[in-house]
């Protein structure tokens, strides 16, 4: 395993870890409606946040985030997570890595939903589409499967899902 990856994958193991705390799902619990489903998520989070390409601070906590009030994806993505699994919710962080430095593209969430994982982009509030990063928008998106690979990242595992995301 390269370095560069083995302290990315380090990272958001953790930061998992923290999301899947019994004190985490509590607090983030409390600030939610019980009824909510994975898509009522996204208005919740639009109502908390705004994106900002360069947020108030580089926060990996959700509640730093919060309080906050900004983020670029990988807030939206780790608020998101921690509201779903809040909620009982099985979610997991997604991240689209650049092998040559080992560094993050973009990240969004999975939510497991009937039986399969699903794609949720809370920063763009897209759920299930995700060729979507394929499109002409996304530079990075024609690399995906060569210098760009695509990791889920759950409570102590991590995969490889490339292959979901790419349609070469």
């Not at 499109?135 to 024609?142: E, F």
Request: charged residues 15%; negative net charge; proline residues 3%.
């Amino acid at each position: 395993m390269p370095a560069g990856f083995k302290t990315l994958a380090e990272n958001y193991l953790g930061v998992m870890d923290n999301l899947n705390s019994g004190q985490t799902k509590a607090k983030m619990a409390a600030l939610l409606d019980s009824k909510y489903n994975q898509t009522e998520l996204f208005a919740w989070e639009k109502s908390k946040l705004t994106f900002a390409n360069d947020p108030n601070g580089f926060y990996e906590d959700p509640f730093q985030i919060l309080a906050s009030g900004d983020g670029i994806c990988v807030q939206w993505s780790i608020v998101y997570v921690a509201a779903c699994l809040a909620l009982g919710y099985q979610s997991r962080l997604v991240v689209a890595v650049d092998t040559s430095n080992w560094s993050y593209i973009h990240v969004w969430a999975e939510d497991y939903y009937n039986g399969n994982w699903v794609h949720v982009d809370p920063s763009d509030g897209v759920w299930g589409h995700p060729l979507m990063y394929q499109g002409s928008s996304w530079g990075w998106g024609k690399y995906i499967g060569s210098m760009v690979r695509i990791y889920a990242f759950d409570d102590n595992s991590f995969q490889d899902v490339t292959a979901t995301y790419s349609s070469h």
